[in-house]
């Protein structure tokens, strides 16, 4: 197939976008796939030519030329109009499907997927609604509790609303204050007085102007991909310093993932149920990674959906997959296959 890998982008993840875009665009091509890699914000290389296809490919250039641009994104975010850079809406039209290898703001949270259904160009991941409650961790908290999927006791709360006072919450220290729509831990924070707490809502209300505040879950973390409704073997994470913040997600060795998850069977059992079930309430087609903690009293909490999560050759997903026999170009492969399954 002719398939482009969009990856980059202007969200906070731009940089392990390229990295999960470069590892998917390497697999696909060892398969056999005219693949393509390109930066849905900065567009394609001025001498990319007349075949945007080719036989031969060299992904790594491609992936260097991305990241020429990532000290100039901000400025050229803040100065330009369309999101989509140059060439690219043609050759996604061009694609028989367009792997989205991006994450966070404009790629996760449903409006590319939008455009692209009114474009007629085929991707990979759910579709633009479910994207978009996903990414808004206030719905999801909804939705999860509109079909009985356990989710810590919260509320969202607006900038223009404003609850200074904690005890008016009726939520005990230590709670959790996030904002709404970010990731990779950015805007967490973890608050165990009142003075805390305070700064936590200047420092994330200065990111957003929805965020979330719920009880803080003490326990072990999980995650469970959901792939074509079916969950795959429950991954642990557990960060040597801390929580599961930005460092941790992304600097090799600071926290030790262990798959399948040291567990009793029935706990694993009732954590796929539970992420099959979270993958329903938010109707999320194709595949996403539900993210979970544990208490010692083995009750499980749901704490989000990711709709387009890590994809870099060692990232969660592959980890799992791994346990059931999957390589990793056989798993990008079968994200295609199910992702098509939209368009059937
Ligand atoms: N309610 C909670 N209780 C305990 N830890 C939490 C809670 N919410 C978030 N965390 C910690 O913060 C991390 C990031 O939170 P999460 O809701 O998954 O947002 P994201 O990954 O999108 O930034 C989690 O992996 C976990 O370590
Ligand atoms: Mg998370």
Redesign the pocket.
């Known amino acids: 197939m002719k398939i482009v890998v969009l990856a980059g982008g202007t969200s906070t993840e731009r940089e392990i976008s390229i990295v999960s875009g470069t590892g998917i665009c390497k697999a696909l091509r060892e398969k056999g796939h005219r693949a393509i890699l390109a930066d849905i914000f900065c567009g394609l290389a001025p001498d990319a030519g007349e075949e945007h296809f080719p036989e031969e490919y060299d992904v790594d250039a491609a992936a260097a030329f991305i990241s020429s641009f990532n000290d100039k994104v901000p400025e050229m975010a803040r100065t330009r109009r369309s999101f989509f850079g140059p060439g690219i809406l043609p050759v996604c039209e061009e694609a028989d499907i367009v792997f989205l290898g991006l994450h966070g703001a404009n790629g996760e949270d449903g409006r590319v997927q939008a455009a692209f259904d009114l474009m007629g160009i085929r991707y990979t991941g759910t579709g633009y609604l479910s994207s978009a409650m996903a990414m808004d961790?206030g719905i999801t908290k909804q939705m999860f509790r509109m079909n009985g999927v356990p989710t810590?006791k919260g509320i969202t709360m607006m900038k223009d609303g404003i609850v200074r006072d904690i005890t008016v919450l009726g939520l005990p220290f230590p709670v959790?204050v996030?904002t709404c729509c970010?990731?990779?831990?950015?805007g967490?924070y973890?608050v165990h007085d009142q003075k805390e707490y305070e700064e936590a809502l200047d420092s994330a209300f200065g990111y957003e102007d929805e965020i979330v505040v719920?009880?803080?879950?003490e326990g072990r973390?999980f995650s469970v991909a959901v792939v074509d409704g079916k969950a795959y073997p429950v991954i642990e994470i557990r960060p040597l310093v801390g929580?599961?913040d930005y460092k941790n997600k992304y600097q090799p060795g600071s926290t030790i993932e262990t798959c399948p998850a040291e567990i009793p069977q029935e706990l694993t059992k009732k954590m796929q149920e539970t992420a099959e079930a979270g993958a329903r309430a938010l109707a999320l087609e194709a595949y996403c990674r539900l993210?979970f903690?544990m208490q010692d009293n083995g009750d499980i909490f749901c704490?989000?959906a990711n709709t387009l999560p890590g994809m870099t050759p060692t990232s969660l997903i592959p980890q799992e997959a791994a346990v059931l026999g999957i390589d990793y170009p056989s798993l990008c492969e079968e994200l295609l296959r199910v992702s098509l399954k939209k368009y059937e």
């Open positions: 961790k810590p959790v996030k970010g990731g990779s831990s950015v967490v973890i719920e009880e803080y879950i973390e929580f599961y993210d903690i704490l989000e």
